[in-house]
């Protein structure tokens, strides 16, 4: 079945730090490609998607770019600010041969930015 | 547009109790989804519908219900409440093959 592999956190770094958050995905045919962001409290909201192989979703400073030959779409964000603290999650979707458009999401990695 | 809203924000329940988690959408979206948030665990699905009167399970539907009777409620039912569904519940929507969009999530405990 459809599987997303993340980062293990938490991740801690100082603010202006350069960061990655890895993710790997295993799926069949060609899913869509999305990270999501919850911060305390709240429920998650989308911070960019890819929908095809090479695709660069990009949002608020942060990029990834869907490689379809490693199976990746790493998280990337050049300056990190104190706001950016949060649990990001990797997540992908296929239409699994019917007309459900179902989300597998990772387990999530905690990101905490220090002033 | 309120988007995706959920009832209540916080419940306490006793073991063996019921209750209704509600979800209302205004975004005039066919797909709705359950999940539970345990820590470290990410997001499990419970239930989705793909559009009023269709349901189906999710990866964790034990000990949970749902009904979709109009395009923009999706209740979900616990019956016999247990310490293992003690979690964060989060409704959700999208349209198709495209972004979901979540409510505010309930925070549950069973005790």
């Known amino acids: 079945g459809d599987s997303v592999t993340q980062m293990e956190g938490p991740v801690t770094l100082s603010e202006e730090a350069f960061l990655t958050i890895n993710c790997t995905y295993t799926?069949?045919?060609?899913?869509?490609l999305f990270w999501y962001v919850q911060y305390p409290g709240e429920g998650l909201q989308l911070l960019l998607k890819?929908?095809?192989?090479?695709d660069k979703g990009s949002n608020k400073g942060f990029e990834a770019t869907y490689r379809k030959e490693t199976t990746s779409f790493h998280l990337e964000k050049g300056s990190v600010q104190v706001s950016d603290s949060a649990v990001y999650f990797c997540?992908?979707?296929?239409?699994?041969?019917?007309?459900?458009?179902?989300?597998?999401f990772g387990k999530g990695t905690l990101l905490t930015v220090n002033p | 547009n309120a988007g995706v809203t959920q009832t209540p924000k916080f419940r306490i329940l006793k073991i063996g109790q019921s209750m209704t988690l509600q979800c209302a959408q205004d975004?005039?979206?066919?797909?709705m989804y359950w999940y539970r948030q345990d820590p470290g665990m990410g997001l499990k699905l419970i239930y989705y519908?793909?559009?009023?009167?269709?349901?189906d399970k999710g990866e964790v539907p034990n000990g949970y219900n749902v009904s979709r009777s109009t395009t923009e409620d999706f209740p979900l039912r616990l019956e016999l409440a247990a310490p293992s569904q003690t979690s964060v519940y989060f409704c959700?929507?999208?349209?198709?093959?495209?972004?979901?969009?979540f409510g505010p999530g309930t925070r549950l405990t069973v005790t």
């Open positions: 959700a929507t999208s349209q198709g093959a495209y972004e979901q969009y």
């Open positions: 799926a069949t045919g060609y899913p869509s």
């Open positions: 890819a929908t095809k192989a090479d």
């Open positions: 997540a992908l979707s296929t239409n699994s041969g019917g007309s459900n458009y179902k989300l597998t």
């Open positions: 975004m005039n979206h066919n797909y």
């Open positions: 519908s793909v559009g009023a009167g269709i349901t």
